[in-house]
């Protein structure tokens, strides 16, 4: 099964791909590798998810957060694959950052919302190494940070 026909029964519609708003790209192909720029916590509506995770959100709601992380990084590499999905042949890694309190300690099981995303989009292809790391802040004070590494075919 394509990537896009599982994005279309899975019932999902990809954000636009935004354009970065400092001086860098929001993608980077070198050689056979898509390097995804930081992809930050937006909703369904554009509104920025905010907040500390262990206060303001809870691990439900930032594992949400993360995985609309991964639907924004699903939608650069679509943007970078000039809307061919099937150029991609997998998922290398996944960097996530969690704006979250002090004890909180399960910033793994966030970041498991952009991880389950890509595993159910790109199957076995979606298997990626990952690191998941609690930070005091991100940018515009969202709950959730995630970048991205892909293979090309």
Known sequence: MSFEKKIK????????????????????????????????SIDEKGELIKGKVGKDLD?????QAAKRCGLSIISQAKNACEGNLSKIKSCIKLTGFVNSIDSFTDQPKVINGASDLMASIFGEAGMHTRAAVSTNSLPLGVAVEVDAIFELN
């Open 59 to 63: 691990t439900d709601q930032a594992y």
């Open 9 to 40: 029964d899975f019932n999902i519609n990809l954000p636009e791909a935004k354009a970065p708003v400092g001086n860098y790209v929001a993608t980077k192909i070198i050689g056979k590798l898509l390097y995804i720029s930081g992809q930050i």
